[in-house]
């Protein structure tokens, strides 16, 4: 069904409520460590604002370069808690969003965007604090002539979204947490977490990476070799 | 004219203050839109600290590649409320711009550049809180060696500015107005911005895009097919 | 030995000391024009946030696409004041480094990051305010399979670096100064800021460029004719 | 399961062999016509050579920067009529691919290669006719550490690849056809070609797309004026 | 009229015949130096086939991103010996010109086509040795839903064309030469031919630019230092 | 000395010619691997037309944006078997060189030009048979204004070249092999070829790389598991 056109879906399945508030507490790169280095969309995406971060269940939308209107239908079905993840049919930087459309979908419950193109009335969306990763900013408005889709399966910026994955976006790019896996994820992550606490400890104090992770044999190994001095390699 | 070098212009034509004053109060995506979505620059045309914002009238220049000449001859030819837009004959990323030139700028009056180039002292311009749009930072500095020309038309960034046309900068990007719309596009703004209001405030009330804009019916005669679970669509 | 893997060097040559410290009072722009106009790094190398700064001596490092190891054998050869340079075999956008390296770096004595690839956990840093110039920003993790060099020569950015070469970085982007030069080059940039200063007033005062540096006979020679109005060009 | 790795699967369901048959009959513009303008990959994926042509089923691989290694595995999986898709968990631009794995690719059936990552060898690919489109050309070699999957699905170009599908390429691009529909794409693409037969001889003997299309009304409708002259437009 | 839409313009003033003949011996790069090195396209205008060569005037059409409907207005205009340029709203990759647009063109007499966008069919057009410089080959198919304009002034490419304008592409790239100067830039050209043919005869016999031109002096001045060995440079 | 400019230096130390002509015999790809994968070009680099090939000793020179005065001051040094490479103080795509130079280089005896900037007259190029690689093809024109040096060491896209050091191009891009290196880089060469010709003929016969290589031990230990069919995969 990805790609395909004309199709407006009403009802979708969310990921549950509780492994969402779970996820919300972590960034995406221990997220996307937790789910073996997958989920990550492309690097392009860049949120709009210093600081910005968002956690919250996908409405997808698919639209056409230049047309917004898929993202009139997308307001629609907004409930409290999700996220709009745009994707297009074609390369495009047109500014498909702004503060109008912010406005309605914060009325609706949504939290912030992730779209594929570009976005525009930058300083007035950091003012409402509406969090937003986009590919560019362009003051170029769009027409709405073409039908897309809502809520079907989408690939945004490299990463394939279905509705109701958990959507999560801070200053490190944006991941996509499918929903049956969200509570494992979860779980995975404050795993991770845990760890990484008692690591940063040991760093401060001064210990070495080669020491903790016990790296100088597999360093030997894989054929490093060290010298006093650059003068000593032959 | 377009690319002629060797040439200087003293007077130009600028459009009316007035015009100049009431354009002042929006932002480039109003402005472009009031125009019938034409005048922006190029997207990559960034400004070089968040919240910059300018609306002057353009003196034009165009220089060459690593050669920011022109850029003491348009100092020149300031008028306070004068914005400078600097076009180049071929693409280049060095810092043409910096500190010093803005101090001189100021001092004559301008307001800010628009080029499509590269800048430096980025921190200094920004406490001195002179704005600047352009395609690249780069602390690469120019020669002096070839002579381009000051307030002539010029391709900058994609759009064509002629010398007294107004330029209007923030966060969104670059618009330009030429001279003799100046009036229309300022009433045009207003209107639209107006209406924008009255729109706001239903978006805020919850009310959706679809029925403001009575597109309901046009989604459907466009093939938009509403379904209840992703199930049902065949 | 440029791009030669497997060495580790312990001892290297730092550019003195004192000449450091001057060093650090002037601008990367400043010093790239007292250099010649040498030593800067491509400008896609942007700090990941505005005002980042170091001042330092280079521990060079050399590594493969998605695999930073050679960032833990860099960090044990860290002495306070140092700056590591972390060049590619091959161009590449993972998240390298995150807020765990700059805990180790920072309880090494290391100043800073200059990296020709991608780094995470942007806010972490920000908030540790551990500098970085990267070339993109990317949650993506990186494996520890294959090793590289540490304190060779590199070439990070399209500049060569050496180990113990001062490295400067500001809003502007990096310049390097051969540990060699640093004395000589701090010397010329003082010199240099010291004119600046001088024509910073004279500037402010209105006088303009065109006069301060006598470029009007030039101009004249180099062909730029002066028109009162643009009807008069023929 | 986009994304995981560690998996390697022998049997796949491909699309029939008549499908792929009558499917090569078509170009990539045509045939992404008739599955609704669905399918395509970026259009940064170019072939090596031109007149470089293809049409099998897909055998998918992901894999890592600079890593190769799930391109042995995927040669294990090929057999006569395939075509390996070859997805990264990470853009990358090294030379996954020369002349060596093109002799293995068709010593089992395999007709050619789509890899978003380099490839090498360019000339001798295009002696023995082997046809690939990449995103880059690169002479730099991979290692084999890291392993990825064969035959998952994948996210290819920014297209959603099964192992099965139909892929065609040529020089216009890829496009992929889910192995489930290629009979109906196959039949839509000859009705298309059919048509676009007939209109080709009415546009060579000098009628109008306008007419044959009935586009004057609508033009009109949608607000485009004729004038005689420039001067004629107010 | 730059970017304003919904025009079309039946009449134009083309260059003189004589003086399109004239220019049609000369090369793109010499032309554009004739010019003063002015009147360049970007150069991501490349020729979908090496060896293609045009010289014709221009029909003028401005459009929008994934929608060729003005390229069917366009074609009504052709007279013989004219080529079409095709501007764009905003930057955009799609396929807007295949085989069958060719064909209509090329018999209404069109020569060719520049189009700031992407074309598709490129095997056919080949075939057909109908010449198009683009900034992208993509399959991906347009619509024809909103009007923009035909022959009035557009900036394409980075450069201003007019209707009439003369339209010059090689495998170099493509040059704009306004109408009212056709003329004396073919007689330019000639002059400039003439001489390179003697410069030409002169560096084959092993004689060198520096010499020819007269070069030494102006590099002594300018600060050249001639050394006999590297380790002469202090 | 990287950098430095106003220098020409007349004697250099060129690799031997016995290295140089067995060097000729391989490919790029094949020579960076016998060197340990060091020594590549940016992939960027492209020959102006497939097929170009080259072998020769490094003429260096550093050029600056739109000035391509250097170059004749390179043909100067040229002798038999030369290869100039230019590299530039600042990223640009003017057409540096075009079929005059390549007149002039060839009288000189110099075989190629590898340039990190532009070129034009690309027919007359390969009608010459004159083999350039370079970053892009422009027609735009080049001034002499400013100096920069011959035969000092540059970075060139990424890599660094000595002057005398061996270049060689094909179709897979460009290799540099330090002087001091030649000999024993052709012998491992030609080792590394030999090597391949026998693996060839294994998969020719439809042997694996898997087995070929003894990879099987080490996927599975690397925690690739092969499942038969998809749905056995948990």
Redesign the interface.
């Known amino acids: 069904?990805?790609?395909?056109?004309?199709?407006?879906?009403?009802?979708?399945r969310r990921a549950p409520e509780a492994a969402v508030a779970q996820l919300a507490k972590f960034?995406?790169?221990t997220i996307?460590?937790a789910?073996?280095?997958?989920?990550?969309l492309?690097?392009y995406m860049?949120p709009i604002?210093?600081?910005a971060r968002v956690c919250g269940t996908a409405i997808t939308a698919l639209g056409?370069?230049?047309?917004n209107?898929m993202l009139?239908?997308a307001?629609?079905m907004l409930q409290p808690g999700d996220v709009v993840v745009f994707a297009l049919?074609?390369?495009?930087?047109?500014?498909f969003f702004?503060?109008?459309?912010a406005?309605?979908f914060r009325?609706?419950g949504g939290l912030g965007l992730i779209i594929d193109a570009?976005v525009?009335?930058?300083?007035e969306l950091?003012q409402m604090n509406f969090p937003v990763w986009s590919k560019?900013?362009?003051?170029?408005?769009t027409?709405?002539?073409?039908?897309g889709s809502v809520?079907?399966p989408v690939?945004c910026a490299?990463?394939?979204v279905n509705?109701g994955d958990v959507i999560v976006g801070?200053?490190?790019?944006v991941?996509v947490v499918p929903a049956a896996k969200a509570a494992e994820v979860a779980q995975a992550s404050r795993e991770r977490e845990a760890k990484?606490t008692s690591?940063?400890a040991r760093?401060?104090?001064?210990e070495?990476?080669?020491d903790i992770?016990s790296?100088r044999d597999?360093?030997k190994a894989?054929?490093?070799?060290?010298?006093?001095?650059?003068d000593?390699?032959k």
Do not use: F
């Open positions: 069904m990805i790609g395909k056109t004309g199709i407006a879906v009403r009802s979708i960034g995406v790169a996307h460590e789910m073996g280095r997958t989920g990550l492309a690097p860049r604002y210093p600081g056409h370069p230049g047309d209107w009139h239908v307001a629609e049919s074609s390369p495009d930087d047109h500014g702004g503060d109008l459309l406005t309605s009325a609706r570009g525009r009335d930058i300083s950091q560019a900013v362009h003051a170029k408005g027409i709405k002539a073409t039908v809520n079907t690939v490299g990463a394939l509705p801070d200053d490190d790019g991941v990484e690591t940063r760093l401060k104090s001064g070495l990476g080669l992770y790296m597999k360093l894989a054929g490093l070799v060290y010298y006093d001095h650059v000593d390699v």
